[in-house]
C-alpha cells in the first residue's frame, strides 16, 4: 500500500519533469494548447460563477446572523472578502473544476489508452507526453487562476448583494470595505495557490488517465479516482500552501498606504457607516461592544 | 525470396508482476517475407510486437531491428526503428478526433514528410491502396470495424516502412471482410515489397498469407516453420492448432 503511494509519487514526478521538458522543446503545439484552454477554462467560466456567487451568498447571511449579536454586521463584508479571496474562491474553484476537468481528461485519456490510441501515437513516432500531457497541464496551470480570479470577484458581488439586504449598507459602501480589506497579498495567495491546484488537477488526471487498464470498466473506476484523488489532494495541500505563500508577508506600511490597501497595518480605521443608517437590529436589546471593535457613531 | 534476418529477438524474457510471458523468446523476422505468429490467448503474441518497436520493454534478453539493439533505446531513438517498422493495432486505434484523412495525416506531419499538397496527395494514394477511396472527411465513429481496420492499415503504410506489424487483423470481422484484409496483406506484399508479421488466430490468414509460421506455446517459440509443415508436425498442439474450427474439442489439450 505505501509502496503503491510512493511508486505513484514517483511517477507523477517523472511525468511532470518529462511535460516541463518538452516544454521547452519547440515546435510548440499552440492549437493543441489553445483547445485545452478552451475546454478546460473557458467552458468551466458557468460552474465556477454558480459556485462563487452562491458562496459569497451563503457566506454573508450566515455572518450576518452570526455577528449581529456582538453588533458586528458592519464587518460581514470584511469577512466574506477574506475567506472567499484567501480560502474558498481557489478551493473551491479547484475542487469544482477538478471534478469536471479532472474527471474528463481521465476519461479520455484512459480511453485512448484501452484502446491503444496513445501506444499508437508513439508507434507513429509522436509523443504522447507532449501531445497529450503538456497541453492539459498548461491550460490548467493558466486557467484556474484566472477562474479564481473571476470566482473572488463574483463571489464577493454575491457577498455585498446579501449583506446590502441583510445589514443595510450601500453597495458603494460593501465594494470600499472588502477593497480596503484585500490586500493584494491575500489576491497573490489565492490566485498562487491555485496555480498548484491546477497542476496537481492536471498531472494527476493524465497521470491516472494514461495507466488506465482494464477496458470500459477500468476507464470508470480510473476516472472516479481522478476525482477522489485530486479533491484529497487540493484539501491536503491547501494547508501546507498556506504558510509559505505571500499572503502571509507583511507589505511595508508605506508600500500598502501607497497602494491604498493595508490588510496588515496595525488596525485599519473604521469603515465609514452608510449615509443611510443600518437597518435596525431584528432584536431588541442593544449590541454588545466587541473589545477593539469600532465605537459606535 | 525471403532475405537476411532483420530483426531478432535473443533469449527475450518478460514479465508482467508475477505473470510469466517469455521466458527465453527465440525469433528471427527476415527481410520480405510473412512471418504468422499464432498462440492461444493471453500467451504474449501482441506483446511480443509490442517488444520490437519498444512499445513495451523486455526485462532480459536481447531485441535487434536493422542491426540495432532495441531493449536499451530512448523514446527518442526508437523514433528511427518506429519510422521503418509500423503496426496495425488490434482495433485499428485512430484517432476518434480526427478525420480519416487527419488520422493517415498524422505520421506524416510528425516526421515533416511533405507539403502540405503532398500529404493530401499521399493520403488519397494509400486510401485507394486499401479500397477506401473518398472517405477523407469522414470520422472513424462513422466507419465499421473492417473499414476502420482498412484506414487503419492505410495510416501504417503512410510512411513506407519496411515492416509491417498486424496485430489481429481480422479478428472480429465478417469472412468476406477477412479475405478482404487477407487479399489486402498479400497485395502490399506485393506491391510495397515489404516484411509482414501477423498475428492471429484465424487459420485462414495463416494458409493465406503465410511464408512461415511461429508458435507461441509455454513462454516461448515451440515450433517455427511452412504451414505445411506445421500440418504435419508430431506437437499435437499445433496439430490441433492448425486444424482451425475443424480440430476435436479435448480438455488435456494444453
Known amino acids: ?297 | 525470396m525471403p532475405g537476411e534476418v532483420i530483426c531478432r529477438f535473443t533469449d527475450v524474457q518478460k514479465a508482467f508482476g508475477s505473470n510469466v510471458v517469455y521466458d527465453g523468446l527465440n525469433l528471427e523476422i527476415r527481410r520480405g517475407e510473412t512471418l504468422t505468429i499464432i498462440g492461444g490467448s493471453g500467451q504474449g503474441k501482441s506483446v511480443c510486437l509490442k517488444m520490437l518497436i519498444g512499445l513495451l520493454k523486455a526485462d532480459g534478453g536481447s531485441i535487434t531491428a536493422f542491426g540495432q539493439e532495441v531493449t536499451g533505446m530512448t523514446e527518442t531513438q526508437l523514433i528511427d526503428v518506429r519510422s521503418r517498422v509500423a503496426m496495425l493495432f488490434q482495433g485499428g486505434a485512430l484517432f476518434d478526433s480526427m478525420t480519416v484523412a487527419e488520422n493517415i495525416k498524422y505520421p506524416l506531419v510528425e516526421h515533416a514528410w511533405g507539403t502540405p499538397a503532398e500529404m493530401d496527395d499521399r493520403v488519397t494514394e494509400v486510401l485507394e491502396l486499401v479500397d477506401m477511396p473518398g472517405v477523407e472527411q469522414r470520422k472513424p465513429s462513422e466507419l465499421s470495424g473492417g473499414m476502420k481496420k482498412r484506414v487503419a492499415l492505410a495510416r501504417t503504410i503512410a510512411m513506407q516502412p519496411e515492416v509491417i506489424l498486424y496485430d489481429e487483423p481480422t479478428t472480429g470481422l465478417d469472412p468476406i471482410t477477412i479475405r478482404r484484409i487477407n487479399g489486402l496483406i498479400l497485395r502490399l506484399q506485393e506491391r510495397l515489397g515489404v516484411t509482414s508479421v501477423v498475428v492471429t488466430h484465424d487459420m485462414d490468414t495463416v494458409f493465406t498469407v503465410t511464408d512461415r509460421l511461429a508458435l507461441v506455446y509455454k513462454k516461448h517459440i515451440a515450433f517455427t516453420g511452412t504451414p505445411d509443415e506445421a500440418k504435419n508436425c508430431d506437437m499435437r498442439y499445433l496439430r490441433e492448432f492448425v486444424k482451425g474450427g475443424m480440430g476435436t474439442l479435448d480438455e488435456d489439450l494444453d
Open chain 1, 1 to 297: 500500500m505505501l509502496g503503491a503511494f510512493f511508486q505513484s509519487m514517483g511517477e507523477i514526478v517523472v511525468l511532470t519533469s518529462q511535460a516541463t521538458r518538452e516544454l521547452f522543446r519547440p515546435p510548440w503545439e499552440i492549437k493543441l494548447w489553445i483547445a485545452q484552454l478552451d475546454q478546460g477554462g473557458v467552458q468551466s467560466w458557468s460552474i465556477t460563477f454558480l459556485t462563487a456567487i452562491f458562496t459569497g451568498m451563503v457566506m454573508a447571511s450566515q455572518f450576518a446572523i452570526g455577528l449581529e449579536p456582538f453588533g458586528a454586521s458592519l464587518y460581514t463584508g470584511k469577512l466574506v472578502a477574506l475567506g472567499i479571496v484567501r480560502e474558498l474562491g481557489p478551493v473551491l474553484t479547484a475542487l469544482l473544476v477538478g471534478g469536471r476537468v479532472g474527471a474528463g481528461f481521465t476519461a479520455e485519456l484512459g480511453s485512448m489508452a484501452v484502446t491503444e490510441q496513445i501506444d499508437a501515437i508513439r508507434a507513429l513516432g509522436a509523443n504522447p507526453i507532449r501531445k497529450l500531457v503538456l497541453p492539459r497541464l498548461l491550460a490548467m496551470v493558466l486557467a484556474l487562476p484566472l477562474l479564481t480570479v473571476m470566482a473572488d470577484l463574483v463571489g464577493c458581488a454575491g457577498g455585498i448583494f446579501i449583506t446590502m439586504a441583510e445589514v443595510g449598507i450601500t453597495f458603494r459602501f460593501g465594494v470600499e470595505q472588502m477593497v480596503e480589506t484585500i490586500g493584494v497579498a491575500d489576491l497573490l495567495h489565492g490566485i498562487g495557490k491555485s496555480a498548484f491546484f491546477g497542476y496537481f488537477i492536471a498531472i494527476i488526471a493524465c497521470w491516472v488517465g494514461m495507466n488506465t487498464r482494464g477496458g470500459t470498466e477500468g476507464v470508470g473506476r480510473a476516472t472516479t479516482r481522478t476525482v477522489v484523488w485530486t479533491s484529497i489532494t487540493i484539501l491536503v495541500s491547501d494547508f501546507f500552501l498556506t504558510p509559505p505563500l505571500p499572503g502571509h508577508l507583511r507589505l511595508s506600511p508605506r508600500f500598502a498606504s501607497h497602494l491604498r490597501f493595508a490588510p496588515h497595518l496595525p488596525r485599519a480605521p473604521c469603515p465609514t457607516p452608510p449615509q443611510s443608517s443600518p437597518k435596525p437590529s431584528r432584536k431588541t436589546r442593544p449590541p454588545a461592544q466587541m473589545p477593539g471593535a469600532c465605537p459606535a457613531k
